[in-house]
């Protein structure tokens, strides 16, 4: 099949590989690749480097970091690891190093030891992690970034003086928050750890700066005044910056330390009397210009010293009144300024710090200096400056000039993608193994005290690096269970970005801005996918371009423009990066190399304006940049609403991979990269010559090379929502390969392109109501050749374990089942391969022992002489559930080491024998036949090799049959079945297209009963046409427009978003299309119109439609909701044994509740005996029940029916409140009736005196 691809952008930048996030995240943290010495302090290695050294509490011994190595996995691969239930992991063994102490105050190496910590599970190559057998996905979080925000304050709008109040934050990544607020009257205030307010000159004075003076010297700017009695009012009122010292004889006039406040007439009548010249006051008036720090001066009770300062803190923090000196001093030390281990203010913390206030960090007096962007405490300097610009916002100053650049005060946005940031699994894993590091560090703490001799081994217990490793992988909100259903789901599970999980969102809490677009989100996280429902907005998609840097920012390339001239540099950019920026569209009109017009649409912002084209610096890449992956793939996705695109690309995800897969006629250009990142195809490793190309391998001659690359295909492997993995090759032996290639097809791809779905010949027409409110005609056609065919695979397992009463046994031997129903059991007790099963047929025969009776002298002498009766056990045996009609493609037996007896021991290892004698004879015979066929050289390499691949797997599977396994403690054997179901399209399954046009199949038509076209030709699927205007998803429309071209013409229509065909160019293939058909000899009236519309006949009557039709061919889905997993009927079943009411749903065999509003439905009918039926018998009555059925049984008339027992529980409820109840007869005497009791009987005592009152 030819493409046409109608994009008119030309493109300058390839997508990257859409699993980078994820594989990168994962090796910046463990650092493989690098020598131990070498390696940077980030991941697992900064997790070691903030713990270690641990000291004793005398410092006589220190327990040493030195390095970590990984050891070889306990499965050779992860489908190993999938098919045998485990984890795949390697041993995680870090080299530990202890010292003590001399006496000469050196410490001296004792021991160097490696401990083994944990299994690390490990990221297997196409981003997932086996854990506990299950293929898991760790999503990314996006939260807020560390840094310092300044917001509107919310609650206090204004202060007394009219002043809008703001507030700043200085968040960290781990440690307390700084937070900076002014009360109704202007006064600053820190409240530290989110706990007690401090005043915000309590807190400078503790942090180091110590006088007054020295506080007003940094925030307010200082005047020279001449002291003179002309100029009272000059220096009346105003305050003085630092203490006014009489220097002739040394005496300070006036101390600021005694007290902040304006100067008055009694002194400056000292000033005049001392002769002092001049003073240096604060520059205006501070109290209305800036009052917050001079009005925290003034306030009562200011500490007078940096200790005094400390200390009022530290009992403010610590609510108490009595202080250990030396922590109070050393306070805010611990919990900001010095320690790592209690605050981490980040990398990205001071990126973002000195990228916002560089300066004012540049303003601070001399004795203060700029933070290096390595720092990652908390600095004095952070405060001062974070101080600063609160203050400015405050006054409501715009901005100041700092080196010729205008510097613009302006709160923060938190939603900005500049203040969010991502999480990836290198971090997640990073912060969990620290915390268990650190509890690993108090342990080593506490046994280093202990007398005895220690190693490094004897010194540190794993027990918590284990533990949360299974919690973060088994139970984290972030460590989900793979969307398998098909490529694309798997894809865009890992480039999902999550709000939620710990130290991020609640969905119940979180507002509607956090779930808005914002314009940041332009190029880095899709505006369109992201779940309907209560995640809306919190769960979102990475762009198809975007990138994540070091800092865990989100950046989106640009094409850099210079002098009008797009050039061929592409940068990435952050978001705070973009902010100042104008940035052309990718379809800006460029003629020999220049924009070609002086005026071009600019983005800057939030806003989209014209500008002159001299002041564009960066343009777009791609028009696709701004999507995710999965919008990627919905052509003319420009022409659909936004609402039904989101639904299209949610749904594509759950397409089910079909048996017959089909490219789609109109497709955008992504699927390609879909189907080889999402390693769903496998590629070719090198580039070489195709020798050996069966269903279940490919081998390949490398060029450069004589050892042949082997590749084994998948086959028939279950996925995680049990669809079907298969990988079928496409290539021949013979045909030359190049690096890259895509060598064999997966599940939903074809030839190397995702194929979630089938080009139907659809037409948009109403018929007989059977396509109304989206319902959809379905030819038969389309189920006779199996074009919606697909395959599930279900796996059932039963366990035999060790019970109080006896082993269970997995045999064939069952209690009263006929020879019939055990025809396709082998010896063992399973069932045999390739056998076709239906609902209640036998799976595996398994016995459990039974409840011991009471046994008679005679029965005990009996049960001696004849051994044990069958009546001794029951059947557990596994069946086929209701629903369930396929066939036995494979069984896996799994049993303990302990419980296999010598002679089973030595027949499973002469089974593996023979299949490894069957698999080299297999081999013999091809080298056999290849060598006849005079292919030689290669051949004979490649049988070699094959010969040790097939001795290495089978002497595995005998030392993997030596090894316990992954069953647990009371389990003596398991037993796997797998049971491959065919699911024909069917009435009640959903299908739909890619622009989120979803409905249901309402009835399959025989196929001459369908509408047909002039030609003959039947019309595949109709749908109704009332599902387009209102829905606005005009893409459908033309998808099926240029289909129908794209189908004559046998030609792959590409339309990337935003840059595919126009309205024209699809008119323009159909006519081309028309063309075409009438020169081959097809009559100009059996062809549609140039908008595809063409009269059609009906299959039944042959009479024409009135109206025309528009007909063409769209791409198809069929989802993953099929009716067959959903309708489900019960007659009786089991009950819970609290209500007695039988239970809910299709898993548990439920029933359907007869709720409220049916209860009506009969009331108004006047059922009564039904309504009875329903709330007694039918539902929790549980002894009229066992009336009922022996009515039934004995062909009796139905009993009456009794008391319900959740009638039984209201009563002890009642009783519970000190009601009694009692149930009066009607008709009888007014005296009490007797009382129900628990039991349902009428008790037959006389009624008491009641205690409480009556109901």
Partial sequence: MKTKDFSKIPQILKAPDLLDMQKQSFDWFLQLDTDPEERNIQGLQASFMDVFPVESADGSMQLDFVKYELGDPKYHSPEEALTRGGTYASPLRVWMALSEKQASGKLKQVTEQDVTLCDLPLMTDNGSFIFNGAERIVVSQLHRSPGIIFEDDEEKKQSVLGKPLHFARIIPYRGAWVEFEFDLDNVLWVRLDRKKKILATTFLKASGIETNSEILNIFYEAEEVAVSQDNASAVIGKYAIEDIVDKATGEVVLNLEDKVAPIDDKTFKHLLDRKIKSVRLIKGNPKDDNPGIILALEAKNQPKSASDARHEIYKKMRGQDFIVKEQAEDYLNTILYKSLRRYDFSLVGRYKAQRKLQPLYDQLPKKFKSPGEKVRNLTIEDVLVTIKYLLALNTGAPSFKAEGEEFKFEVDDIDHLGNRRVRSIGELLENQIRVALVQIGRNVRDRMNKEEKKTPRELVNAAPVVAIIRKFFGTSQLSQFMDQINPLAELTHKRRLSALGPGGLNRKRAGFEVRDVHYTHYGRVCPIETPEGANIGLIVSLAAYAKVNQYGLIETPYRKVSAKKPTADVEYLTANKEDDIFVGQANTPVESGRFSTDQVYGRIKDDYVFVDSNKVSYMDVSPMQVV?????????????????????????????????????????????????????????????????????????????????????????????????????????????????????????????????????????????????????????????????????????????????????????????????????????????????????????????????????????????????????????????????????????????????????????????????????????????????????????????????????????????????????????????????????????????????????????????????????????????????????????????????????????????????????????????????????????????????????????????????????????????????????????????????????????????????????????????????????????????????????????????????????????????????????????????????????????EKPKKKAASKA
Avoid at 896 to 915: A, W
């Fill in 628 to 1244: 995710s992956i999965s919008a990627a793939c919905i052509p003319f996705l420009e022409h659909d609403d936004a609402n039904r695109a989101l639904m299209g690309s949610n749904m594509q995800r759950q397409a089910v991979p079909l048996l017959l897969t089909e490219a789609p006629l109109v497709a955008t250009g992504m699927e390609p990269a879909i189907a080889r990142d999402s390693r769903a195809c496998v590629t070719a490793r090198t580039s070489g010559k195709v020798i050996y190309s069966a269903g279940d391998m490919i081998a390949i001659k490398p060029d450069h090379s004589k050892d042949p690359d082997v590749y084994h295909l998948i086959k028939y492997r279950r996925s995680n929502q049990d669809t079907c993995v298969n990988q079928v090759p496409i290539v021949k032996s013979g045909d030359i390969v190049k690096k890259g290639d895509i060598i064999a097809d997966g599940p939903a791809t074809a030839n190397g392109q995702l194929a979630l779905g089938k080009n139907a010949l659809v037409a948009f027409m109403s018929w007989e109501g059977y396509n109304y409110e989206d319902a959809i005609l379905v030819s038969e056609r389309l189920v006779e050749e199996d074009a919606f065919t697909s395959i599930f695979i279900e796996e059932f397992e039963v366990e035999a374990r060790d019970t109080k009463l006896g082993p269970e046994e997995i045999t064939r031997d069952i209690p009263n089942v006929g020879s019939d129903a055990l025809e396709n059991i082998d010896a063992d007790g399973v069932v045999v391969p390739s056998t076709i099963v239906r609902p209640g047929d036998i799976l595996v025969c398994k016995v459990s022992p039974k409840g011991e009776q009471q046994l008679s002298p005679e029965e005990r002498l009996l049960k001696v002489i004849f051994g044990k009766k069958a009546e001794d056990v029951t059947d557990t045996s596994l069946r086929v559930p209701p629903g369930v009609n396929g066939k036995i493609i494979g069984t896996r037996v799994f049993v303990r080491r302990e419980k296999l007896t010598k002679p089973e021991e030595r027949q499973r290892v002469e089974e593996i024998n023979e299949e490894m004698r069957q698999h080299l004879e297999a081999l013999k015979n091809f080298r056999k036949e290849s060598l006849e066929n005079k292919k030689a050289a290669d051949i004979e390499e490649f049988c070699k090799l094959m010969e040790k691949k097939i001795r290495d797997k089978y002497a595995r599977e005998k030392e993997l049959l030596k090894q316990t396994g992954e069953l647990s403690v009371t389990v003596n054997k398991v037993v796997k079945v797998y049971i491959a179901l065919k699911r024909r399209l069917q009435v009640g399954d959903k299908l739909s297209g890619r622009h989120g046009n979803k409905g249901v199949v309402a009835k399959i038509m025989p196929k001459e009963d369908m509408p047909y076209m002039p030609d003959g030709t039947p019309i595949d699927v109709v749908l109704s046409p009332l599902g387009v205007p209102s829905r606005m998803n005009i893409g459908q429309i033309l998808e099926t427009m240029l289909g129908w071209a794209g189908h004559h013409l046998n030609t792959q229509m590409v339309c990337p978003v935003f840059d595919g065909a126009s309205e024209e160019e699809v008119i323009g293939q159909i006519k081309e299309a028309k063309k075409k058909l009438i020169a081959d000899g097809v009559p100009a009236e059996y062809l549609p119109d140039d908008y595809c519309r063409i009269r059609l006949f009906d299959g039944r009557t042959g009479e024409p439609f009135k109206e025309m039709v528009t007909i063409g061919y769209l791409y198809v889905l069929k989802l993953i909701h099929l009716v067959e997993d959903k309708v489900h009927a019960r007659s009786t079943g089991p009950y819970s044994l609290i209500t007695r009411q039988p239970l809910g749903g299709k898993a548990l065999f439920g029933g359907q509740r007869f709720g409220e509003m049916e209860v009506w439905a009969l009331e108004g009918y006047g059922a009564a005996y039904m309504l009875q039926e329903m709330l007694t018998v039918k539902s929790d009555d549980f002894v009229g029940r066992t009336k009922m059925y022996e009515a039934i049984i004995k062909g009796e008339f139905p009993p009456q029916p009794g008391v319900p027992e959740s009638f039984k529980v209201l009563v002890k409820e009642l009783q519970a409140l000190s009601l009694d109840v009692d149930l009066i007869k009607t008709g009888d005497a007014p005296a009490p009736a007797a009382a129900v009791s628990a039991e349902g009987e009428e008790s037959k």
